[in-house]
Nanobody, 113 residues
Framework: QVQLQESGGGLVQPGGSLRLSCVAS????????MGWYRQAPGKERELVAA???????AYADSVKGRFTISRDNAKNTVYLQMNSLRPEDTAVYYC???????WGRGTQVTVSS
């Protein structure tokens, strides 16, 4: 059974940082393209960052220079380091295995003073 479990969300002040984690089970993690997506209230889900099995990365323009995606294949885990957070980053953040379209259940990130 495939499972993607996100963690690390929470409430943070503008300018602060959070690191999200997504632990995968039931898949051969090392060969999967992994992505982080987010969905804000009333908006469509959007890609935030993605990482190939070879370490290539891609980012949404809105997060370039602030967010960093990384992975640890030994731990079956993909991370999203989020710095200089803004109120507009508030959303539910989801982890996805892009190869086979598996999704986690999401973790809430709220940026507010």
């Amino acid at each position: 059974q495939v499972q993607l479990q996100e963690s690390g969300g929470g409430l943070v002040q503008p300018g602060g940082s959070l690191r999200l984690s997504c632990v995968a089970s039931g898949i051969i993690f090392s060969v999967h393209f992994m992505g982080w997506y987010r969905q804000a209230p009333g908006k469509e889900r959007e890609l935030v960052a993605a990482m190939t099995d070879g370490g290539g990365t891609a980012y949404a323009d809105s997060v370039k220079g602030r967010f960093t995606i990384s992975r640890d294949n030994a731990k079956n885990t993909v991370y999203l380091q989020m710095n200089s957070l803004r109120p507009e980053d508030t959303a539910v953040y989801y982890c996805r295995s892009i190869n086979e379209n598996y999704w986690g259940r999401g973790t809430q990130v709220t940026v507010s003073s």
